[in-house]
């Protein structure tokens, strides 16, 4: 079965820190690969997806992503993090086939510090 | 682009009562998604719809059910409610299916209690 797993549950990190934000997943044929913040009292938004192609995608607000197919990863980083990044991310993969499903992983909550 | 709405924001009810939960998706899009996000449980897929057909369908019991309707809102459904189900249900939308047509979009979301 697919899983993905994010390894941080909490980051806490100061204004101006470089993030990084770990994903792997399992599952051995083609993939799309997403990242999905929630902010506090806000639903969840699309941060970035890669499909295919370059495996170093980029997404809003300074995010960006690189697949790794042979570690079967997905890591989120920004060199440069802000207060208004404080919120949750979550990994999420659709593998291949006719279901469609997202399988998230459990999410990890960013606290930046001013 | 207005984006996916959801309705009820709230929902309160009973153990054995019925919930219905209503979602509307980004104009031009067929596909609507169902997830629930139960406290320490993550989000986990429910149901997906497309074309007004259920598609797949996540593991959850029968109790779970839901319907789209021709101009691709989607309804939820879930009967002899237990404690358990009281979750932020979150619906998403998509174009359809194929490449790059499968990003979904998220809901603000409904969240039940039931007591």
């Known amino acids: 079965a697919q899983s993905v797993s994010q390894h941080n549950h909490h980051v806490i990190l100061s204004e101006a820190a470089s993030l990084e934000l770990g994903c792997n997943y399992s599952?051995?044929?083609?993939?799309?690969l997403f990242w999905y913040v929630q902010y506090p009292g806000q639903h969840l938004q699309l941060l970035l997806k890669?499909?295919?192609?370059?495996?170093l995608v980029k997404g809003i607000k300074g995010f960006e992503a690189e697949f790794i197919k042979s570690k079967f990863s997905f890591n989120l980083r920004k060199p440069s993090v802000q207060w208004s990044d404080t919120a949750e991310y979550f990994c999420?993969?659709?593998?291949?086939?006719?279901?469609?499903?997202?399988?998230f992983g459990t999410g990890t909550l960013l606290a930046v510090q001013p | 682009e207005a984006g996916v709405t959801q309705s009820p924001t709230h929902l309160i009810k009973t153990r054995g009562q019925q919930a219905t939960l209503r979602c509307s998706p980004i104009?031009?899009?067929?596909?609507v998604y169902w997830y629930q996000q139960a406290l320490g449980l993550g989000l986990q897929f429910l149901l997906w719809?497309?074309?007004?057909?259920?598609?797949n369908r996540g593991n959850f019991p029968p109790r779970f059910s839901g319907r789209q309707f021709p101009n691709y809102s989607s309804e939820l459904n879930v009967n002899a409610l237990e404690l358990e189900d009281s979750a932020l249900y979150l619906c998403?939308?998509?174009?359809?299916?194929?490449?790059?047509?499968?990003?979904?979009?998220f809901g603000p979301g409904t969240r039940l209690l039931v007591l």
């Open positions: 890669y499909f295919s192609g370059d495996p």
């Open positions: 104009s031009g899009h067929t596909s």
């Open positions: 999420a993969v659709k593998g291949g086939g006719a279901t469609n499903k997202l399988i």
């Open positions: 719809y497309d074309e007004g057909e259920e598609r």
């Open positions: 998403a939308s998509s174009r359809g299916q194929g490449p790059q047509q499968e990003t979904q979009y």
């Open positions: 599952y051995g044929g083609t993939v799309n």
